[in-house]
């Protein structure tokens, strides 16, 4: 005899019409049952995994204030007891987020015995492929403005506020200038420039503490605190400006004339 395959759902239904046609009105047991206290339990999601400790990374960037990367930045600039060590530490400094983007820490060129230090605002394409400030279209214009006034790059010590090149040569942010401000400022202490030329507007601003814009600022001596000394600051174009307004090179070449006479003096 061939065994028939039992349908569960039909087969409940019949028993609950048998239970109709028996006179069963409700579900009873032999024994009482409280069925608040049978309730589910209540599923508990596992305890999350034990958290390791987190320590601040000493120069995270992402994860430290803005307050603790520049303070961070100042320590470890003051730290430097020569160029060479202030390079090392640079290389090693992960508070300024442009490290991630840029190819090459551009950090100086030229003489740093030299008596004047040249400072930019931030390496560009070219620059940043070759790990040297002042190698494109501008340094080329920059040298020829050096040879007008009897001077070459081997010379004179040239560099930027900033020593990572900005995604698409954007301009810089405020907090990022803050961030490398004290480790330029340091290169200028321990170089021996008598003379600090800054090359537009956004590193006089940075160094020099002027709020007004690079034509009102320029052509006009300032003192600068170079730590153990006090040396003269000039302001000037930056060439890259001068590329795209080739008008104002004549103001340039009066800056450029001050300094050769200071150089004379």
Known sequence: ?????????????DLLAWYAEMGVDAMLDEEPHDRFAEAVPVQRAPPPPPQTEQRPAAFAGASASADDVEAQARMLARSARSLDELRA????????????????????????EGRVMFVGEAPGAEEDRSGLPFVGRSGQ??????????????????????????????????????????????QIELSKAEILVCLGGPSAQSLLGVTDGI????????????????????????PAYLLRQPLQKRLAWRDFKMIRAALDG
């Open 89 to 112: 530490l640079l290389q090693g400094f992960e508070g300024c987020a442009l490290k991630l983007t840029a190819r090459s820490l551009v950090f100086a060129d030229g003489d740093p």
């Open 141 to 186: 214009l920059l040298d020829r403005m050096l040879a007008a006034i009897g001077l070459d790059r081997t010379q004179v010590y040239v560099a930027n506020v900033i020593p990572w090149r900005p995604p698409g040569n954007r301009t810089p942010t405020p907090q990022e200038l803050a961030t490398c401000l004290p480790f330029v400022a340091r």
């Open 215 to 238: 034509q009102r600022t320029r052509g006009r001596w300032m003192d600068y605190d170079a730590g153990s000394r006090r040396i003269k600051a000039l302001a000037t174009l930056h």
């Open 1 to 13: 005899m061939a065994l028939t395959e039992i349908d569960p759902a039909r087969a409940a239904a």
